[in-house]
């Protein structure tokens, strides 16, 4: 199962996704806010959200898991 991992560190400033929803390359999962930016952390495959490893407000480090799909 591919995961969707932080590529930078920082908080996770909100999750757009929930377990069932389909998603397609290029899609928004999660925005990860560092250094008062927001940076979009896109899905590289298609696929369905099977797990949601953070929560809005967790710091994560750069290579975290974020997201799982299926």
Known sequence: MPEIEAHITG?????????????EEGDTVVILESMKMEMPV??????????????????VSE????????
């Open 42 to 59: 896109e899905a590289e495959d298609p696929g369905v959200v099977s797990e949601i490893l953070c929560r809005e407000g967790q710091s």
């Open 11 to 23: 908080t996770v400033w909100k999750i757009e996704v929930e377990v069932g929803d389909n998603v």
């Open 63 to 70: 290579g975290d898991p974020l997201v799982v799909l299926e």
